[in-house]
Each structure stands twice: as structure tokens, then as C-alpha cells.
């Protein structure tokens, strides 16, 4: 594990520079692709994905890179968080179709319940809270506790405690 923090880490320092020319962009593009592909939702990736297309006014080429493996490989729900992401990151109004779409067809997938929830946040939805609890819900690794602190504030801010009674409920009959 520590090996993969390193590589990581390394990648990270060393990508910027290597995005200097075109070999570096692709490089750079691959690398970032890679670390979405083994985690999903990595915020350093995706914005440096972002940023790097984004410099070169490429943005609509990445996400056709995603809507492409997508088109060879429906069930790569990993991908579909990616492309999901992509959307709520560039405010691009396909999102709400998309994950309509990918979680009808994933309704287990916790990820790509949160992607929803930022996207309904983004969009001052009320439902993103409900969105947010389904996630927490599914979720079964640490990125449950920072979603609960996240509903926590969110549900109090709004006057919804009673969300936060069900959920910590729920929880305690897991």
C-alpha cells in the first residue's frame, strides 16, 4: 500500500511537468485516467484531469475519452462515477440524465448515489439530502464517515434533524 501512496505521490509531482508538451499531455491525461480508474472518486486526479483539458479547451474531448469506454464497456460503473463526476465538476446539464440513467441500472452503487447528491446540491435541490443518505446507506468503507459529517451539517442547516435521528438509527441497527 505504501508503494501505491508513493507512485501516487510521485505521478502527482511529476505530472505537471511532463504536461509541458504534447507527449506530456497525453502522459498526463493516461496517469490521471489510471488513478481515476483504480479510485473513482480521488479529487486530485479529476482535477488535474479537469484542469489539464480544460487549459487546452479540450474538455469536450475528455468526457467523449469516457462516453467512448462507455460505449465498449456499459457496466464499467468505476467509469460511469468518472463521467458523472466530470458532468457535476463542469456543471454540464447531461448529468442529471446520466445518473438517472447509471443508477437505474447500478442501484447498489454508492459512489454514484453521492455523485448525485453534489449534483442536487449544486443544483439547491432539496432532494440532495435524501440523495446523500441512500449513499451513506450503501456505503461500506471510511468515506462513509466524512459523508455522514457532510448530511450531519447539511441536514442541520436545513432544519432537517430528523434525518440525522433516522440515519444515526439506522447505523445503530447495522
Not at 507512485?7 to 481515476?36: N, Q, V, Y
Not at 462516453?67 to 468505476?78: A, I, K, N, R, V
Not at 447498489?108 to 435541490?125: I, M, V
Request: aromatic share 8%.
Amino acid at each position: 500500500m505504501k508503494l501505491c501512496r508513493l507512485s501516487f505521490l510521485s505521478a502527482w509531482l511529476i505530472m505537471p511537468l511532463l504536461a509541458k508538451t504534447d507527449s506530456g499531455f497525453e502522459k498526463s491525461s493516461l496517469a490521471w485516467r489510471t488513478a481515476l480508474h483504480f479510485d473513482p472518486v480521488a479529487e486530485a486526479p479529476l482535477r488535474s484531469l479537469i484542469r489539464l483539458y480544460g487549459e487546452g479547451g479540450k474538455i469536450t474531448d475528455l468526457i467523449g475519452l469516457y462516453t467512448q469506454h462507455l460505449s465498449q464497456f456499459p457496466q464499467d460503473e468505476g467509469a460511469k462515477v468518472v463521467l458523472a463526476r466530470l458532468y457535476v465538476e463542469t456543471r454540464d446539464e447531461r448529468a442529471e440524465t446520466f445518473l438517472t440513467q447509471s443508477i437505474a441500472a447500478h442501484p447498489q452503487n454508492a459512489l454514484l448515489l453521492h455523485t448525485r447528491a453534489q449534483w442536487l446540491e449544486s443544483k439547491f435541490d432539496p432532494r440532495a439530502l435524501e440523495a446523500l443518505d441512500a449513499a451513506i446507506a450503501l456505503d461500506q468503507t471510511s468515506r462513509r464517515i466524512q459523508w455522514l459529517g457532510d448530511l450531519i451539517e447539511a441536514a442541520a442547516a436545513a432544519g432537517q434533524e430528523d434525518l440525522i435521528t433516522r440515519r444515526f438509527a439506522a447505523l445503530a441497527s447495522e
